[in-house]
């Protein structure tokens, strides 16, 4: 039996994750970090299966004592501080987490067994303001963010252990993607959130900031089995992985509302607290290298995705409020 462990685990990627190798005869161990508010909501009906170990991407000696211990196969970096608007407010502690936590688990795993193979998450926010569209793997990076900054050193850091080392160090470069377990922070499940509140008669407003700002936005539980199919490769190697097509912040509201039958302009304001200091404006993917070489796909398109997102806040706002 394969074993992998996986950081980030109570996240949405580690939750849709953990099913996939769940479901591919994986023993998986999730890695959580002793805090007051761990939130096992994502993995609540998988978690009897899952082995969860106390570690931390800011401590050395846990990642250590983890591998040393439970011997995995393979291991998927999904922990980060993942919230671009956060990284403004705490930018040292999103460098820590982010960039060099990456560091002190590719040093662990070449202190303890240099065989096990290595899935670094690396993110569409690294190429920031865009060098030429769509982006690829050899695109430039011009992070606009702390957290895109971080991300761009946990890449390099990732390809160099890799060239180093020897290490089967994989960077997957994933654009924004999405699902009911995306938290509320995010652009496309707060439209959903929203959209369900409103419909059920909560509430009447909508916040955003820029509605011009485009992204490629795709299902989260068909990107983690990119991540997987990444590390089955004979050879690591980076990997872009998208829609390929783009969209705006206002087609997705004008998606959203229109499923349930709302003008999104009758609910939507745009607040200045919500623009970033410096904006990333159009970030679309071209995924052919991953298409190519592992035969990968997207499987659920734009409009299901944010109508399945709908659904499920529907349902939620239901049980919140008691409502039949």
């Known amino acids: 039996m394969p074993k992998a462990l996986i950081t980030g685990i109570t996240g949405q990627d580690g939750s849709y994750l953990a099913e ?9 161990i999730g890695m959580i970090r002793r805090t007051s508010t761990v939130n096992f909501s994502r993995i609540q009906h998988i ?8 570690g931390d991407l800011l401590d050395q000696g846990s990642l250590i004592n983890i591998l040393q211990e439970y011997q995995p196969d393979e291991v998927y970096n999904l922990a980060a501080q993942s919230f671009v ?39 569409s926010e690294m190429f920031g303001k865009v060098r030429e569209v769509p982006q690829n793997e050899d695109t430039p990076f011009y992070p606009r963010s702390p957290y895109g900054v971080a991300k761009v050193y946990g890449h390099w850091i990732t ?7 020897g290490l089967h160090a994989t960077s997957g470069i994933l654009f924004n993607h999405t699902s009911p377990r995306r938290g509320l922070e995010f652009v496309l499940r707060k439209i959903t959130y929203h959209v369900a509140k409103i419909k059920l008669g909560l509430t009447d407003k909508l916040p955003l900031g820029n509605l011009d700002a485009k992204r490629d936005i795709g299902f989260a539980g068909d990107y983690v089995r990119a991540m997987w199919m990444m590390l089955q490769q004979p050879e690591p190697d980076n990997y872009v992985i998208a829609t390929g097509e783009t969209h705006s912040v206002r087609e997705m509201c004008e998606e959203a509302f229109g499923y349930v039958d709302l003008d999104w302009r009758d ?7 919500f623009m970033r200091p410096a904006e990333v404006d159009l970030l679309v993917g071209d995924y052919s290298k991953a298409r190519r070489v592992l035969g990968w796909e997207p499987t659920v398109s734009f409009r299901e995705l944010v109508r399945m997102m709908v659904d499920a806040d529907l349902e939620l706002v239901k049980q919140e409020y008691g409502i039949e």
Do not use: C, H
């Open 85 to 123: 608007p956060t990284s403004w407010e705490q930018p040292v502690f999103t460098g820590e987490v982010t960039a060099l936590g990456v560091t002190r688990i590719l040093e662990a795993i070449r202190a303890v067994d240099k065989d096990i193979r290595f899935y670094q998450a690396s993110s």
């Open 47 to 54: 978690q009897d299966k899952i082995t969860m170990v106390s």
């Open 159 to 165: 390809v160099n252990y890799r060239e180093s080392y």
């Open 267 to 273: 609910y939507v304001v745009q607040d200045p607290r």
């Open 20 to 28: 996939f190798l769940l479901e591919k005869g994986y023993e998986v």
